[in-house]
């Protein structure tokens, strides 16, 4: 096989397999904010039943760092093709289970049983998947090409998003009201068995990567965890906040502004999903240009350079919703998930550049995912909650803390990380 068709496969498969891991986790996502109130929590208020289901969504990020530690310890150990089969059956099968759910009329308290557990079990399988689709990419990029090979995986989310969107848009548009809610919203999660299908069949024909090839028999005696915290410390700490932001921005521009919008606002569903579809298209031109720049000086400045920006983001969220047009929030939307894609892109490259191979798997998921329980596990539960009590402008203040965190976490970040870098 030449290096084209080589790389070709390589970089569709990390692609494929995070842009259906992340329509899984956005499946959830979406139907949380417009369905899973009402249906798996019993409340007097609304608002409270908002707050739960939101919160059964914070249950997947609480799981992630379990899966990453997991993961990492077998993608660090045995490979890193066969892990990223093993984190895609896991979350795959969960997201179709909770199609197959009774709800809280029909069963009671085991209805929020389990859907927060098949919740846990999406998280396992996505804090094993990030870190392994970076490593894919990054490890076989070419000298120079690191940055743009390590936006592919990252390109999954918006991928997954318009897909998962896309298809609410799709079923609210040919449903009524009732049907939607009482078996409609169930089809985009019997669907991921599909996508499932298809990224197993991909990532089953790859080779292992150059570096673990490399080390092979030379994998570390203690548990990679335990060696990871003992030697890569910092890096860990300085990786884990790096991160920070990009989950902020993309859960508070999607997840919680769409029940926002819908609810408090009063926005019409299919509008509202058409802007953010329409405002997605931003954060993959982000990712895409952020990893040509990242090339061409180095990810850590352009994430530093990103971070900068969504301080701004944060302060103009608050106006701009404010402002009582659906245009207004479409801009700050576009905008928002433009500079996301800026704190986003670069991270695939960054943060596998922090460790040493033989820790890599394991040091890169760890601090992507617990970066994403700080950033955006609770964010759209904290949202609601600062909406409650002071309004929209508080929700964007938590955005620009995130990006002050990041900021932090990059300037800690070693200058030679990237020119030290051996693939």
């Known amino acids: 096989m030449n290096a ?64 990453a530690t997991l993961f990492g310890h077998f993608g660090d150990r045995i490979g890193r093709k066969s892990t990223l089969v093993a984190s895609l059956l896991l979350m795959g099968g969960a997201t179709v289970a909770i199609g197959l759910l009774p709800t809280y009329e029909s069963a009671g308290w085991i209805a929020p049983f389990l859907l927060c557990l098949m919740r846990f079990a999406q998280g396992l399988g996505l804090g094993g998947e990030w870190g392994g689709a970076a490593l894919l990419a990054v490890e076989n990029a070419p000298p120079g090409w690191r940055a743009r090979f390590g936006m592919f995986p990252q390109l999954g989310a918006p991928v997954g998003f318009i897909a998962a969107n896309g298809l609410f848009l799709v079923l609210s548009l040919t449903l009524s009201e009732s049907d939607f809610v009482r078996w409609g919203w169930r089809i985009p999660f019997l669907l991921s068995s599909v996508l499932v299908g298809l990224g197993l069949w991909i990532r089953f024909r790859l080779a292992e990567t150059p570096s673990f090839a ?26 884990t906040f790096a991160v920070v932001a990009c989950f902020a921005i993309y859960y508070l521009t999607t997840a919680f502004a769409l029940g926002y919008g819908t609810t408090t606002l009063g926005y019409d569903r299919q509008a509202f999903l058409g802007v953010q579809l329409f405002a997605i298209l931003f954060m993959a031109v982000g990712i895409v240009l952020a990893g040509y720049a990242a090339d061409r000086w180095t990810s850590r400045t352009v994430l530093i350079a990103g971070s900068a920006g969504a301080i701004v983001v944060g302060l103009l969220m608050g106006p701009m919703f404010a402002a009582g047009s659906l245009t207004a929030i479409a801009a700050f939307l576009s905008l928002g998930l433009f500079t996301m894609g800026f704190v986003y892109g670069p991270l695939a490259s960054l943060l596998p550049q922090l460790f040493d191979a033989r820790v890599r798997y394991t040091g890169s998921s760890i601090a992507f995912n617990v970066g994403g329980i700080l950033g955006g596990g609770f964010a759209p539960a904290v949202a609601q909650g600062l909406v409650d009590k002071g309004g929209v402008l508080f929700v964007g203040l938590y955005i620009s803390l995130a990006a002050v965190l990041s900021l932090v976490g990059l300037l800690w970040v070693p200058r030679h990380t990237e020119a030290a870098f051996s693939g």
């Open 4 to 67: 084209y068709r080589r790389n070709a496969r390589i970089l569709t498969a990390s692609l494929v397999g995070t842009a259906v891991e992340f329509y899984d986790f956005y499946v959830y996502a979406t139907a949380a904010a417009l369905v899973f109130g009402p249906l798996f929590f019993p409340a007097h208020s609304a608002s409270i039943q908002q707050l739960a289901a939101y919160a059964s969504f914070g249950v997947a990020f609480v799981a992630r760092p379990v899966g």
């Open 214 to 239: 490399a080390m092979h028999g030379e994998a570390p005696k203690s548990i990679p965890i335990v060696e990871l915290f003992r030697t890569h410390m910092r890096q860990t700490l300085a990786g």
